[in-house]
């Protein structure tokens, strides 16, 4: 046992998802089905699962999460996390979206 | 942010966006051009068939994530895999119990075979690298191949699917047979009531980074010369916190593959993904193997992990769904394997497509000789072997990934405790710390026979 960790640099979210390319599709390929769940759900597993920091419920809002699907990496953690089965998800349109070079 | 592509040099073709009428040119429409998919391309076109392989990306590979190792029995069958873009060959396995108090205990082996041709058929690959090789092959055999192209849904005449509707104006392509191999997120296998989608339980998230480092310095601080590489797997709460799963290292060339991966059922109770690779990559096991890395891509994706019990049915009048849409993944616990299950189902759908095409009938039952051969395989025999795991780790999962990785540290420090106090004296403490964590001789003689089928 040892409380000593060794020293691993601070790195944001932002910082990861810099290395990722993308081709913005233009549109949002990710969406709620029905708000009125959001409104109701106060769990917001959403939040919690993504990976990519797409989907945040701000405080002063209705519930209703705002989607930045211009960080999504096309995952689907969103997709089986979201226990209302609440979440739209489709496949951005003709190969727009996110380009992993290692994958 | 980088817009190097690393194959600029592949030439594929690409579909006009005017769609010429492609209907009924082709006998199998291939969905995703992932290792599944063009391995069932692959296997067709070896039988003469004329095949067309749509893939969403701008180029194979582009959508895909994996941990990092590709396993090639079946690979081999296809094509000549001296001449793909592996990274290094596995010569080295190592598993790890991870405690969040920095213990480490690890298991590693190095068997000298490993290191002879063919390698045990274990590789690192880059999926983006591999994949795109790995359908221009199939393209060289005679497939096509069209990229940024969605299939959006499928064509039916009455019950009997006909064909694919895509996002291209006039997207519509008509063909005898279609193959889903759209992975793990199968939206259009849902879509379509081929199968339901999986619930949390059954679907593990994934994120990974690749560290770019020195060829030296990976040989380095792994231990590795020539082509060897190594596949690190970590358990406890060291490697996911309090989650069931595990993490991972594994050397490329010139980087290493570091990532996690575990139920979403856990990320959704409060331990986020990225935290979870934060806190792994900070661990003092696995901080020093990335120490002055530059990180140079940051990617996730889910895993079915549902096992036997999850598969979907195999083949539909005109249809049949392969790879990790069928959910043919196995975790194990110390098997991680998922890609080799998805080249071997392509491969056996090709064949039974082909034989099926031969008699003029792409119905259910002219297609059936596909999950037919698929549970003869070794595929569904191991998926159904390990179907009692995910379910016992679950169930037990304090023990396995708390306890007993402390227990262990606990007791390694107590056997060769430095001080003034007889060997026999540490020797008995040790064994009472691990017995205490597996609940005594009656608890660590259950476990042991629960777990039996480990060997068996």
């Not at chain 2, 041709?117 to 274990?122: A, F, G, L, V």
């Not at chain 2, 179907?387 to 396995?400: C, E, M, P, V």
Request: glycine share 10%.
């Amino acid at each position: 046992m040892s409380t000593a960790q060794p020293h691993v640099p601070d790195v944001s979210i932002e910082d990861r998802l810099y290395t990722v390319k993308y081709r913005d599709a233009g549109e949002s390929h990710l969406g709620v089905k029905d708000p009125d769940i959001c409104v109701e759900c106060t769990s917001n597993e959403c939040t919690q699962v993504c990976p990519a920091a797409v989907w945040t419920v701000e405080e002063d809002s209705d519930g209703v999460p705002s989607i930045a699907y211009e960080n999504c990496l096309e995952c689907g953690t969103c997709r089986f996390g979201c226990p209302h089965d609440n979440v739209r998800w489709e496949y951005p349109k003709t190969g727009g979206g996110v380009v992993f070079k290692q994958g | 942010m980088s817009a190097q592509e690393t194959n600029g040099s592949l030439q594929l073709p690409k579909m006009q966006s005017e769609t010429p009428d492609y209907n009924d040119a082709y006998d199998a429409i291939i969905v995703g051009a992932g290792l599944a998919g063009t391995a069932a391309a692959l296997t067709m076109a070896r039988e003469g068939l004329d095949v067309l392989m749509l893939e969403r990306g701008p180029a194979p590979g582009t959508k895909n994530v994996f941990g990092g190792v590709l396993y090639t029995p079946t690979i081999r069958e296809l094509v000549d895999v001296d001449s793909a873009p592996t990274e290094r060959y596995i010569a080295e396995k190592r598993f790890s119990m991870l405690t969040s108090d920095g213990d480490e205990t690890a298991v590693s082996m190095r068997p000298g075979a490993w290191r002879d041709e063919p390698h045990n058929d274990s590789y690192t690959v880059l999926r983006r690298r591999f994949d795109e090789w790995f359908a221009k092959q199939a393209v060289e055999t005679g497939a096509t191949l069209i990229t940024e192209t969605t299939v959006t849904g499928l064509v039916r005449d009455g019950r009997k699917i006909v064909g694919v509707k895509t996002d291209r104006p006039d997207g519509e392509i008509r063909a005898p047979v279609v193959v889903l191999a759209e992975g793990a997120n199968s939206l259009v296998s849902e879509g379509e009531g081929l199968k339901d989608r999986q619930e949390r339980e059954a679907v593990a998230v994934s994120v990974k980074e690749v560290f770019k480092l020195d060829r030296e310095t990976i040989d380095d601080r792994f231990r590795l010369d020539g082509d060897a590489g190594a596949a690190y797997n970590y358990f406890g709460e060291g490697a996911v916190g309090d989650a069931v799963g595990g993490g991972f290292v594994y050397t490329n060339k010139r980087s290493v593959s570091v990532g996690v991966a575990y139920r979403i059922e856990d990320a959704a109770n409060g331990q986020t993904p990225e935290a979870t690779l934060d806190a792994f990559e900070s661990h003092p096991a696995v901080a020093p193997l990335i120490r002055g890395g530059r990180r140079i891509e940051y990617s996730a994706h889910v895993i079915p992990e549902g096992g036997a019990k999850a598969m979907p049915d195999l083949v539909h009048d005109g249809a049949v769904v392969v790879g990790d849409a069928a959910g043919l993944v196995l975790n194990s616990g110390v098997h991680l394997e998922g890609t080799n299950m998805a080249v071997e189902s392509g491969y056996h759908a090709g064949k039974a497509i082909a034989s099926a095409l031969a008699d003029g009938r792409s119905d259910e039952a002219a297609l059936a000789a596909y999950p037919r051969d698929l549970k003869d395989s070794f595929v569904v025999e191991n998926l159904r072997h390990y179907d009692w795991f995910q379910q016992t780790i679950a169930d037990d999962r304090k023990f396995l990934f708390e306890d007993l990785p402390r227990a262990l540290a606990d007791a390694e420090t107590e056997y060769f405790k430095m001080d003034r106090t007889a060997k026999d004296e540490h020797t008995d403490a040790a064994r009472d710390r691990l017995l205490d964590a597996a609940g005594g001789w009656y608890g660590a003689a259950k476990r042991a026979w629960r777990y039996r089928r480990m060997l068996s």
